[in-house]
């Protein structure tokens, strides 16, 4: 990660919620839903002892973060990465409650994550970890609690694992309280790919405003995982060009454009990108001469040291904040559209939530199904912020967290506001001066 001036003493939670609060005076809210959006509801970290290989005993330090559940029972994944923290735990889970809002779905936000590199385990010792983060955070979960599902490394036999063993202490199937499932065992058609789906659903509107065809538009794609593999493969796949994809590792550019299936092959086969095109740098990928840019690893990636040298006239988040305060406005000053992360990455909860409303349900939708709902869910809430962005002139992050704070605002005043509470103390008054009625 870059150590630039944006990246200060402030932590990423406070970083975010500073942006939650900037945003909020775009927001037609009573100001006591910042009040109540300043803390999570709860944050509960656990010690996973987890038996290895060799024998020997390695104890993970893990999270859940309850953040809002006003609007429905917390959601959001869990992450198993090194540089996990509770400052980066609850920023997701905040991210997850406005982003649940912004695509207008029953639940409110959570998140989750175990400080671990998978890639030094064995895959028994990934599913001891999984099933004991799961022991270690049952109380808190649940259909109508709260609902985990997958995140930066991990997916859907990760969240096999979960749901068996929340089952097994439970003594009774619950397989809504997961989300993100292998199909058959309770997982829905077209949540493998549907985080990348809904930003490709957005891009596709974004492509009909700007009368795009296809074949002209290059594309970098900054993380190939579950969100960057699926990306490029929905764009490849439309005639789009994608020119650069990039691992934890460095990337490659062909600005030709890229045989994206076997990228995928070969990464999936050989756990790595094949040698082909140029060697770069994630940080040359970010700087290339694209058109669309797509950063689908992790946060703090486009920062005040490097957005002036971004060249593509749209960034689409499937990261969850790759884009700091700073470089936002460096982006915005230069007319570059960022589709923020809480509406261009939303299409894998939107899918999760089909996937909790089939296991609560037992009937089960085919795949045109979900694509169908998946596209009417993207089109209508990137209008809604698209417009909002245009009537107050603001940027789309700032739109959409407008959007989501007033959704959230009015299910917390719901709750009871001040001004519920100031008539019974007139009346107080009035009944302590002798007043009658
Ligand atoms: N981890 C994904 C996200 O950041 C999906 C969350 C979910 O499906 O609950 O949006």
């Known amino acids: 990660m870059s150590g630039t001036n944006d990246l200060n003493d402030r932590d990423l939670f406070q970083r975010s919620l500073d942006r939650v609060r900037h945003a909020a005076s775009h927001a037609h809210i009573d100001p006591e839903t910042l009040v109540r ?12 002892p987890v038996r290895m290989d060799d024998g020997s005993l390695k104890v993970f330090r893990g999270y859940r973060v309850q953040y809002d559940d006003s609007r429905g029972p917390f959601k959001g994944g869990i992450r198993f990465h090194p540089s996990v923290d509770l400052a980066e735990v609850k920023s997701l889970a905040l991210w997850m409650a406005l982003k649940c809002a912004v695509v207008d779905i029953p639940f409110g936000g959570g998140k989750g994550g175990v400080e671990v590199d ?14 004991g983060y799961v022991r270690a955070i049952a109380d808190v979960i649940g259909v109508d609690r709260d609902v985990p599902a997958p995140d930066v490394y991990t997916n859907a036999r990760t969240m096999a694992w979960m749901a068996d063993e929340y089952s097994t202490l439970m003594r009774r199937l619950e397989p809504g309280v997961i989300t993100g499932k292998p199909v058959g065992r309770g997982g829905s058609l077209g949540r493998d790919d ?34 960057g593999q699926h990306a490029a493969r929905l764009l490849h796949a439309d005639g789009y060009r994608v020119v650069a994809v990039s691992d934890s590792r460095g990337g490659v550019y062909v600005p030709e454009g890229l045989d994206v299936p076997a990228m995928i092959a070969h ?22 001469d694209v058109d669309v840019l797509v950063p689908a690893a ?18 689409v988040e499937l990261a969850n904040g790759p884009t700091t305060a700073e470089a936002d406005r460096i982006l915005h000053g230069k007319g570059t559209l960022v589709v923020p992360d809480v509406l261009a990455n939303a299409g894998g909860v939107t899918v999760s939530w089909f996937e909790w409303l089939q296991n609560r349900s037992g009937s089960y939708w085919v795949l045109d199904e979900v694509h169908d709902k998946l596209r009417a869910t993207m089109r209508q809430q990137f209008e809604i ?39 019974r103390q007139a009346e107080r008054q009035r009944v302590a001066a002798g007043a009658k009625g």
Not at 38 to 46: A, I, K, T
Not at 199 to 209: C, F, K, N, P, T
Not at 389 to 408: G, K, N, Q, S
């Open 118 to 131: 998978p890639r030094d385990l064995s895959h028994a010792e990934v599913e001891r970890l999984a099933r």
């Open 267 to 288: 990464k999936r086969d050989q756990r790595a990108l094949p040698a082909v095109g140029t060697a770069i740098t994630n940080e040359e990928l970010l700087a290339l």
């Open 385 to 423: 912020v698209h417009a909002r962005m245009t009537a107050d002139d603001i940027p789309m992050r700032d739109a959409a967290y407008a959007v989501a704070l007033e959704r959230l605002g009015a299910a917390l005043t719901a709750g009871g506001t001040a001004a519920d509470f100031q008539p």
């Open 298 to 315: 992790l946060e703090d990636q486009l920062t005040a040291a490097n957005a002036a040298d971004v060249k593509a006239a749209v960034v």
């Open 37 to 48: 959006l300043s803390l999570p509801r709860r944050v509960l970290e656990v010690a996973i």
């Open 194 to 227: 549907a985080t990348a789906r809904g930003g490709y659903y957005v891009l596709e509107e974004i492509g009909r405003q700007r009368n795009w065809q296809p074949a002209e538009i290059r594309v970098a794609i900054q993380g190939f995982g579950n969100a």
